[in-house]
């Protein structure tokens, strides 16, 4: 059995990391590896929360489709988490619309063609 354990252990050891990549509503892909996400069950807004404190970026999903905003301090992100209604919050405090557009990422480069 401890033999049969072993070989377990190896195999997972041995077994590449697959990290998830989503679609954002701009079919932007964003690979989540440095993501830090948490399913949201207690919100009838948000179903999904996902921040990169290095990168300050912010990914949620609403109505099951994935938005980015950038330049989020970690701070507005625990006040998310911890409001009474995330919901809310987020619409009041994040959402593009009335925000002013201040988590606004920045455009792709363009590649310039010859």
Known sequence: MVRAL???????A????VSETIETAEHRPIDLATFECR??????????VCYDRAQQ??????????DRYCGVPVDTV???LGAP????FFNQNIKREV????????????????
Do not use: N
């Not at 399913?39 to 999904?48: A, K, N």
């Open 6 to 12: 072993a070989l377990l252990l190896a195999q997972f």
């Open 14 to 17: 041995a077994a590449p990391i």
């Open 39 to 48: 399913d949201i069950s207690r919100s009838t807004v948000l179903q999904r």
């Open 57 to 66: 970026a912010l990914v949620v999903a609403v109505e099951g489709v994935y």
């Open 78 to 80: 625990e006040r998310l």
């Open 85 to 88: 209604s995330m919901g809310q």
């Open 99 to 114: 925000s002013g557009g201040r988590y606004a990422c920045p455009a792709r480069e363009r590649i310039q063609r010859s």
